[in-house]
């Protein structure tokens, strides 16, 4: 992922949904165990996940009952998380009426180390500053980021719904690349192919990771126009490349963008994400693919 960046799955299992999941404990570790088995191994997290509980469902699972995830099972896996929301009405960290984002130094670094401490790692892979702060001073935010880096607790960073100019930014008080902007990005949502968030992306080899790949869900459900256009080319293209389902297209369809996207999948189902590995099988023709760019916009392509 990124220049000399961290070996990533190139699908990877996003856990923001695990608390409407209702799973814990064994189910939860056979959940992982599928994913990584499946070589879905780049898990993505943040602090505030489950009103900041999923960490720590997560990595008591997996650490089962240890300390720490056995390095065995560490090993195979890399951990993706993000911090900077300050959560208003949490009931688990109460004391914040008003939502607001914080990316100063001391706060980077504490919530960092909680992360830590909830996964039960010894160390992130890859840790994003979840949303751009307009307050952020990009000395303080790269100043976090190399003192988690020199003590060896995060290895990589990157970045998470930032522009373009955002992300120049902080990268230009960095001494070592981002590695990541993840954001929204599905057939349903496409303006970061237009509005030059991948075009930074390809220009500075940073990879797009893309949450939401299936619209969160309202690819299946939305009845308007565009989600019913949507789903009949999809399918279509999906019989057209040897019977796939729509949702696997719909990834073929992030995958075949040139800036490398990662998409992050929402499901807790070990049979939807063997599904969504296998779509990275499909190699969709340029004229598949503007279809259903066709398809999203309900235009022609000019
Ligand atoms: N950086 C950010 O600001 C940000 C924001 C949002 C999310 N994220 C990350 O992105 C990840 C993915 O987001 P997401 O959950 O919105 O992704 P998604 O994969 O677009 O949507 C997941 C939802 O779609 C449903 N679904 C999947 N396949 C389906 C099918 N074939 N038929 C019907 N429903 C289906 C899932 O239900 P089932 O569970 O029943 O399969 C789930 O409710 C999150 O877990 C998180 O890690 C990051």
């Known amino acids: 992922?990124?220049?000399?960046?961290p070996e990533c799955s190139r699908i990877v299992a996003g856990f923001w949904r695990l608390k409407h999941w209702g799973i814990s404990g064994s189910t939860l570790l056979d959940f992982v165990h599928a994913c990584l088995d499946m070589g879905v191994s780049?898990?993505?997290?943040?602090?505030?996940?489950?009103?900041?509980?999923?960490?720590?469902?997560f990595g008591e699972a997996v650490a089962g009952g240890g300390?720490?995830?056995?390095?065995?099972?560490?090993?195979?896996?890399?951990?993706?998380?993000?911090?900077?929301?300050?959560?208003?009405?949490?009931?688990?960290?109460?004391?914040?009426?008003?939502?607001?984002?914080?990316t100063d130094r001391e706060y980077i670094i504490g919530a960092a180390e909680a992360s830590l401490e909830n996964l039960?790692?010894?160390?992130?892979?890859?840790?994003?500053?979840?949303?751009?702060?307009?307050?952020?001073?990009?000395?303080?935010?790269?100043?976090?980021?190399?003192?988690?880096?020199?003590?060896?607790?995060?290895?990589?960073?990157?970045?998470?719904?930032?522009?373009?100019?955002?992300?120049?930014?902080?990268?230009?008080?960095?001494?070592f690349p981002l590695v990541t902007n993840q954001?929204?990005?599905?057939?349903?949502?496409?303006?970061?192919?237009?509005?030059?968030?991948?075009?930074?992306?390809?220009?500075?080899?940073?990879?797009?990771?893309?949450?939401?790949?299936?619209?969160?869900g309202r690819l299946f459900s939305d009845q308007n126009e565009q989600a019913q256009r949507l789903r009949r080319v999809l399918s279509e293209i999906g019989q057209e490349t040897g019977g796939h389902t729509l949702e696997q297209v719909a990834l073929a369809w992030?995958?075949?963008h040139p800036s490398g996207i990662f998409p992050v999948t929402g499901t807790g189902k070990s049979e939807r994400i063997r599904s969504a590995a296998d779509a990275l099988a499909i190699s969709l023709s340029r004229e598949q693919w503007f279809r259903i760019w066709s398809a999203s916009t309900g235009t022609g392509v000019p």
């Open 42 to 57: 780049t898990l993505d997290h943040a602090d505030v996940y489950g009103d900041y509980t999923s960490e720590q469902v």
């Open 120 to 175: 039960r790692t010894d160390f992130i892979d890859v840790l994003l500053i979840h949303r751009p702060d307009v307050l952020m001073d990009a000395d303080e935010t790269a100043a976090a980021f190399e003192k988690l880096h020199s003590d060896g607790k995060v290895r990589f960073f990157g970045v998470s719904n930032f522009t373009p100019s955002q992300l120049s930014l902080l990268q230009s008080r960095l001494p």
């Open 254 to 256: 992030l995958l075949r």
């Open 183 to 216: 954001i929204e990005l599905s057939v349903m949502h496409i303006e970061p192919l237009h509005d030059g968030t991948l075009d930074q992306c390809q220009e500075r080899r940073i990879a797009p990771m893309a949450w939401s790949p299936l619209a969160g």
């Open 67 to 102: 300390a720490r995830i056995q390095d065995s099972l560490r090993s195979r896996m890399q951990l993706v998380t993000k911090c900077g929301i300050c959560l208003q009405h949490s009931h688990t960290r109460p004391g914040i009426d008003h939502q607001h984002y914080n």
């Open 1 to 5: 992922m990124g220049i000399d960046g």
